[in-house]
């Protein structure tokens, strides 16, 4: 199988407006990715997955794009992009930029002539119906969007104010082409495909993601574009199984690099109901069935999955599924461990690093993500009690996600000199931040550099097999076996002791969080323990 520098690779990804503000309005930036540049060296990281930082009204975060190719007057200019670009290269960084291809503004030029002129080619770029059917918004309420002046709906999967393109029009196709290939001559890395699963749709039939022609797409596109560069293309798929994986990252399908998939996200929600309405407590029988599934069944050369705990659509998983007491910085690096050392690319989200947590939000107007507010505000239609909603945003909402990095601990976390930052800095930032983790060698953050470069060093982790150990319900221990050489990882994934009975012996420990010669002599675990060991032939 051919080697790929993605498959050896771990990737970062930065939230800009939450990052850190050079310029002191409140809001990251890119002069202050800039800045940080040295600290992701320090890390070890090989990529930046850049959420969206080109021009957009930002009624979603930038994942609503008025222009591809100008940068956000917020974020600085493309001259800053150039510069981040040249000073990532230089550090053998690379920038993989968000392409957010299903939809576009309202106010991009395209949907504007789209409105305004029904007879111009633009109207096709999009999906207008005279008469609209029962498909929902993935932000709430219904999907259609009626046009005073045309008197017809148009089709939006998400806000109002993100009108789908209709991938069906070859001209539209050629189009993004054209601005993918503007980028990739920048010199970027690759693209994260923002819910490329979508662009398939076919609206009349009730269909939102695995199209019949998304695969057609995908192959057209990887050979008008990246498929001449040694590119990193990794697609948002969330309800992908591992056959439909194979389908986009398989080798010879020249299609993407590798998928994103949420399988074991779901796990954070109750089955089969909307993603408020969250489990408190996770089924580790299930998870374990659940990565056992991906890391046997996507095989080497077939497919290749990214590895993630967070990203800004997420909660932070330390509020979720590890301990934010006494055990907080023992459970990060337990789920570090746990994560990395598994086939495919580990993703690293901004402050996961370090070890940040949800954010305590008290009331709505401390909100900012328009997926919980367009939540809160149906729930409070609906009579529900208000105390119960902020209770589901705090453990669920995007915000947890996106509040100011923690840099260290003055003012503002000394992510911006602003007196108000864009979302408030987590109250924790006093003991969490990136100056005391720098400063404790058994920090959260040195676990994280440990793995990436035991990544970048160890062949095994792309080539090994994977083999689930039969364990009590809350010990996830698996080998990772190629031909006579194997490594186990062992991981409490609970606060309390478990029994694990040991027989192998090793000759080496890779990474830890405990006295690894205790726990094998009692054939206990304390509450999170975690390690990797090079087992004896
Ligand atoms: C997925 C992105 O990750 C999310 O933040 C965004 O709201 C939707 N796609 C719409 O672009």
């Known amino acids: 199988m051919e080697k790929h520098w993605w498959h050896k690779a771990t990737v970062y990804q930065i939230y800009p407006k939450s990052f850190k503000d050079s310029n002191g309005d ?145 001209q539209l196709r050629q189009k993004v082409y054209d601005m993918m290939n503007f980028w990739i001559a920048k010199g970027i890395g690759g693209f994260r495909m923002d819910v490329i699963d979508m662009i398939g749709k076919i609206p009349d039939q009730g269909i939102s993601t695995n199209g019949p022609k998304l695969h057609d797409y995908l192959k057209e596109m990887n050979q008008a574009t990246f498929g001449k560069h040694d590119l990193m293309t990794v697609g948002e798929t969330w309800g992908a199984s591992p056959e439909i994986a194979k389908q986009y990252s398989n080798p010879d399908h020249h299609e993407l690099s590798m998928v994103f998939q949420f399988e074991h996200i779901g796990l954070q929600h109750k089955p089969d109901v909307p993603k408020w309405d969250y489990a408190k407590e996770l089924d580790v029988p299930a998870l374990k069935a659940i990565f056992n599934k991906w890391q046997t069944q996507l095989e080497l050369g077939q497919g290749w999955n990214s590895l993630f ?88 909402g995007r915000d947890n996600a996106r509040t100011p990095m923690q840099w260290d601990s003055t003012k503002q976390a000394g992510f911006s000199s602003a007196d108000k930052t864009w979302l408030p800095v987590n109250p924790n930032y006093q003991s969490i931040n990136v100056q005391a983790a ?74 830890s969080n405990t006295d690894v010669a205790v726990a094998l002599n009692k054939q206990k675990l304390q509450a999170w323990d975690a390690f990797c060991l090079k087992l004896t032939d």
């Open 26 to 170: 409140g809001i990251g930036d890119l002069q202050g990715i800039i800045s940080q540049l040295d600290y992701l060296q320090k890390l070890g990281i090989t990529a930046i997955w850049l959420s969206p930082v080109y021009q957009s009204p930002m009624d979603d975060n930038g994942y609503d794009i008025s222009d591809y190719e100008v940068i956000a007057d917020i974020f600085g200019n493309m001259a800053d992009m150039e510069e981040l670009l040249d000073q990532a290269n230089q550090r053998h960084i690379k920038i993989v930029m968000d392409l957010v291809v299903n939809h576009t503004s309202d106010e991009h030029a395209w949907f504007v002539e789209a409105r305004e002129n029904p007879t111009s080619p633009e109207r096709d770029f999009y999906i207008w119906r005279d008469q609209l059917n029962d498909l929902d918004s993935i932000f709430g309420g219904s999907a259609w969007q009626y046009d005073q002046k045309s008197g017809q709906y148009y089709l939006h999967f998400f806000s109002k104010k993100q009108p789908d393109l209709n991938w069906e029009n070859a």
């Open 309 to 396: 705990w967070n990203n800004h659509d997420l909660p932070r998983v330390l509020s979720i599924w590890g301990d934010t007491g006494v055990n907080r910085v023992k459970s990060a690096q337990a789920l570090a461990i746990l994560l990395h050392l598994m086939r495919g690319t580990p993703y690293i989200y901004q402050g996961e690093e370090i070890g940040m947590t949800n954010y305590p939000f008290a009331d709505l107007e401390q909100i900012d993500d328009i997926e919980s507010l367009n939540f809160a505000h149906e729930a409070l239609e609906k009579g529900q009690d208000m105390a119960a909603i902020m209770d589901s945003i705090r453990m669920i």
């Open 438 to 511: 720098l400063a404790d060698p058994d920090s959260i953050f040195y676990t994280y550099q440990k793995l990436v470069q035991l990544r970048k060093d160890n062949d095994w982790l792309i080539d090994a097999d994977f083999e689930l150990l039969e364990t009590a319900d809350k010990v996830f221990a698996y080998k990772r076996v190629r031909d006579s050489e194997s490594h186990l990882v062992v991981v409490n994934f609970s606060n309390q002791e478990q029994n694990f009975a040991w027989s192998d012996s090793f000759e080496d420990i890779l990474i």
